[in-house]
């Protein structure tokens, strides 16, 4: 049974910063890609990031147009932690932040390509 709980959300100014992580459990995550995506109200899940996992090699990682730049995804092998570090936050990216995980060939940004999902942490941003 894969596990993903989400941490590190909260309220901060524009242009200030947060980390989101996201710490597995469960199974062995060789080969696994670990994904973020968010939920603002009325509104779609969307991709945020995502980094493939390797036992022997720091990854691939994968952004969204709308957080390049300003977002960094990274994980710790060792903990099975994945993090969001989220910089010069803005009010649109005010959200309900989800980790996800599972076995993804090519479509990383695809929500389907995703079995396990975190119960989400919240993170708003004043403008």
């Known amino acids: 049974q894969v596990q993903l709980v989400e941490s590190g959300g909260g309220l901060v100014q524009a242009g200030g910063s947060l980390r989101l992580s996201c710490a597995a459990s469960?199974?062995?995550?060789?080969?696994?890609?670990m994904g973020w995506f968010r939920q603002a109200p009325g509104k779609e899940r969307e991709f945020v990031a995502a980094?493939?996992?390797?036992?022997?090699?720091?990854?691939?990682?994968y952004y969204a147009e709308s957080v390049k730049g300003r977002f960094t995804i990274s994980r710790d092998n060792a903990k099975i932690v994945v993090y969001l570090q989220m910089n010069n936050l803005k009010p649109e990216d005010t959200a309900v932040y989800y980790c996800a995980a599972d076995r993804v060939k090519g479509a990383v940004r695809a929500l389907a390509a995703y079995s396990y999902w975190g119960q989400g942490t919240q993170v708003t941003v004043s403008s």
């Open positions: 980094i493939t996992w390797s036992d022997w090699s720091a990854g691939s990682v």
């Open positions: 469960g199974r062995t995550f060789s080969s696994y890609v």
